[in-house]
Structure formats: C-alpha cells, structure tokens
C-alpha cells in the first residue's frame, strides 16, 4: 500500500477552519417567530434546510441554552447564538490523508487497484473520505485538474483497476482516448441464473430509471451502451451463478450492472438491480480486472491487472476453478 504524501514525502497539514459565531438579539419583529426562520435572517445565504441541520446539531443557543427543535417560538429579547460550522458539502473539495494501493504512476499519469467501498466522486451522502479527497492530498497540481483527474469511475462497492490523469495533457488524452474506444477495460462478475449463449453483446440504450430515480436502466433515448460478456463457468442448479467476464465498448453509470439485469441475469448482491446475497459476498460481485491504454503522453502501451481481493476471489472459487480475470 502506497499512502498519499506531499513530493516530499512528508504528510500534507489538513486545513483548519474556525467556525464563525454570529449573534442576534431579537426585537419585537421577530416575536413568536419559528427558530429556523430567524436563523434565515441571520445567515441568509445558507438554505433553511442546512440550518434546520445546525439546529438539530447543536449549534444554536437562544438565551443562553442549545435549542435543538426548528419549530420552537422565539421571544423578543433573547439572544441568537449560532455556530456556522462547515457543510458536508464544503468538505467535499479539501485533501484528506489516504492509503492506496498503487500500480503506476509518473508525472502524469496514476493507476491504482481501488478497493470496494471507496466512493470515487463526491456527492450527497459521500462528500468526504472519497477519491477525490486523497487525490487532492497526494499532488497539490490535482486541484488545478478537472475533478481532480479522474476521468472514469467505478461505482463504489466496484473493486479494481483505476486510471487517474495527474496533468491537463493526460487528463485530455485520456478522456479522449476513452471516447476514441481506445482503452480497454475488462471486468468480471458473478451473475444469478444462467445466460443462453456463452458469448453474448448486449447493445442497448442506457438512461435514468423514470420510476426509481436513483437507478439507471435500458431506455429508449437512452445514451448508446455495449457490454460484450462472455460466460466463465456455471454452478448449474435452481440458484445457479455464472461467472463472467464483461468487457466495456462505453462507459455508462452502472453499465454492466444494468445490461445484465435487464436479461435476467442481475449480479450477486446488487439489491439496487434485484440481485441477491449468496456466496458469501455482502456487496455487488464486480470487479475491475484489467485495463489496457496508450501512455496519454510518451503513447507506449500499458497493461495492468488486478486479481479480485479475498471476498470476490472466495466467491468465485465457488463457481469455477479459472481465475478470474
């Protein structure tokens, strides 16, 4: 494992904020009013619903006690105390310390073996401990790159290998050789059921589930999605699994976990596309194996691979003796 370190090898300081205390003493105006809206008052430029957060946090007194219920009636006379402590949201941007294991990395370019249950992007509900945040810490330059390098993502409970542009120059070459279809990325999964043929493409349209919004699914008006899968043994039976091998001609949100589901055949474990826990295994049965591209500056040929780490490896063995890759 590679931790993430300044150039010069020592560890970069994490960046202290205070947070600022603003007071109010209400006047008759705001007699009877509900807490949250006079904290509107206080800090407008701040949503009523992150202040109902700092409410419920702690970080309001009113006449010198906390006040922990949004809806509480203030009176004309006490005094507002609020503590305007960081947003999650404002954490989502700043260098945190973090372990990676490393395959390849110059000047401009960094290939990592991404462990399940690392989030890559931020977003609501991970706006820290991500990718992005030890990217930020190991090379200052990230922050002057568009999401600080990353050009393609694995979902989070996804393992594997991962590419990360480390200069403009890369971060351009290599969104448009991925575009070009000139990386070659390769997967392997544990899919419920057995598929008819044992090679198969599935070309389909790929866009946002219109009844569950927190899905993708096949749609028509989709953005074009090709998934070639290749059948790697079978446990046969009524709870067959089948191991495949998947390999990426796009590069859509939740790609392979989608074209499979929609045949029928969702992965082990993935509760969001009507998998099931079996095997063993506690998270979605995908894991990036290989990747394959052009040097995004020097244009050498590189290849890299990635065995599956213990829990998908143990599932696998159950369903074929091949490895895995």
């Known amino acids: 494992m590679t931790g993430l370190q300044e150039p010069d090898g020592e560890p970069a300081a994490e960046p202290e904020t205070e947070p600022e205390t603003r007071t109010l003493k209400l006047t008759a ?3 009877a009013e509900r807490l949250d809206k006079v904290l509107v008052t206080l800090a407008p430029e701040f949503s009523r619903s992150h202040l109902q957060q700092l409410i419920e946090g702690g970080h309001v007194r009113l006449a010198g006690q906390p006040a922990t219920v949004s809806s509480r009636r203030v009176k004309s006379g006490q005094l507002v105390e609020l503590v305007l402590v960081p947003t999650e ?3 989502a941007f700043r260098p945190q310390t973090m372990d990676l294991a490393v395959l390849f990395e ?3 370019l960094l290939v990592i073996d991404k462990p399940a249950g690392l989030v890559v992007h931020p977003a609501p509900g991970n706006w820290s401990g991500t990718l992005l945040n030890g990217l930020l810490h190991r090379h200052p330059g990230a922050a002057n790159l568009p999401r600080a390098g990353i ?3 694995l979902d989070k409970d996804t393992s594997g290998v991962m590419m990360v542009g480390k200069s403009l120059q890369a971060v351009t070459a290599l969104t448009r050789d991925i575009a070009a279809r ?4 390769r997967y392997v999964a544990l899919v ?3 598929p008819a043929d044992a ?3 599935i070309d389909a349209p790929i866009g946002r589930d219109p009844r569950v919004r927190v899905r993708m699914a096949v749609v028509a008006g989709g953005r074009p999605s090709r998934t ?12 067959a699994v089948t191991a495949v091998g998947c390999t990426l001609h796009t590069g859509r949100t939740h790609q392979i976990r989608v074209h499979l589901a929609s045949r029928g055949h969702p992965l082990v474990a993935d509760l969001v596309y009507g998998g099931r826990l079996q095997l063993g295994l506690q998270r979605q049965a995908l894991h990036a194996v290989s990747l394959s591209l052009e040097h995004p500056i020097s244009r050498l040929p590189l290849s890299f691979t990635c065995p599956p780490p213990a829990d998908f490896a143990q599932a696998w063995s159950q369903v074929t003796e091949l490895p895995a890759r």
């Open 192 to 194: 419920h059921g057995v």
């Open 199 to 201: 090679v198969f493409t």
């Open 151 to 153: 050009v393609h993502r």
């Open 89 to 91: 949201e404002s954490l």
């Open 106 to 108: 110059d000047e401009h």
């Open 228 to 239: 070639d899968v290749r059948v790697l043994g079978s446990t046969g039976g009524r709870d």
């Open 182 to 185: 000139l990386v070659n990325r």
């Open 29 to 31: 105006s705001l007699h």
